[in-house]
């Protein structure tokens, strides 16, 4: 069974651009969550989408948005970019029956220049 | 509001000691507790999770943990550690309901000398 796929895996932006990343959750998961990873800040909740509807919302500035299609891969865009962007961007997916048991994919390392 | 605390930043046992990995929590309502690895370069993998069954919770690669809520707190163990378990640890709760909103600690860095 196929894992959690993101991409692009690596990617480099100046301020002011936008970035979309993509996450194909395993097959038969509906939910999509995503995560931002940063040494400063660790592990931060951002949203997460079941059967294409936001359910949950983290403490994030409107830049951060995020939907899910039909069959369920999602994506998120950061719009203007900023330096404290810089971050792995993590996306999980579930059941979403099952609290907090999460596949995580490799993550996108997003750098801004 | 919930949280986690996981105190320290790092961690270093020799191959075959005990693990031992502290996470506290706080939390308004009945928690999920959960511990998640993180290898290098690669995303979470959970290792374990609790959601108010028994208190004693087993995980995969010999991890355990033990809820106690006289002490708000759910710490990870391992009775011998292995060169493969060096990696970075997380805890982390959830409201039940809110099945993929986790809070996550500040994660430990496990390291194993030979």
């Known amino acids: 069974k196929a894992g959690v796929t993101q991409t692009p895996r690596y990617l480099i932006k100046t301020r002011g651009q936008q970035v979309t990343l993509s996450c194909s959750p395993i097959s038969g998961h509906r939910s999509v969550s995503w995560y931002q990873q940063t040494p400063g800040q660790g592990l931060q909740f951002l949203f997460e989408?079941?059967?294409?509807?936001?359910?949950n919302k983290g403490n994030f500035p409107g830049r951060f948005s995020g939907r899910q299609f039909s069959n369920s891969r999602s994506e998120m865009n950061v719009s203007t970019l900023e330096l404290g962007d810089s971050a792995l961007y993590l996306c999980?997916?579930?059941?979403?029956?099952?609290?907090?048991?999460?596949?995580f994919g490799e993550g996108s390392r997003l750098t801004v220049l | 509001a919930q949280s986690v605390t996981q105190l320290g930043s790092h961690v270093s046992v020799s191959e075959g000691a005990l693990v031992l990995l502290r996470c506290n929590y706080s939390s308004s309502v009945p928690p999920y507790l959960f511990w998640y690895v993180q290898y290098p370069n690669q995303g979470l993998q959970l290792l374990l999770k609790y959601t108010s069954a028994a208190t004693l919770v087993k995980g995969i690669n010999g991890f355990e943990a033990e809820f106690k809520k006289s002490e708000t707190s759910f710490h990870l163990t391992k009775p011998s550690a292995h060169m493969s378990d060096a990696a970075e640890y997380f805890c982390a709760v959830s409201e039940a309901g809110a099945n993929s909103k986790l809070t996550f600690g500040k994660g430990i860095t496990l390291s194993v000398r030979p």
């Open positions: 999980a997916s579930s059941l979403g029956q099952v609290a907090g048991e999460l596949f």
């Open positions: 989408y079941f059967s294409e509807t936001q359910r």
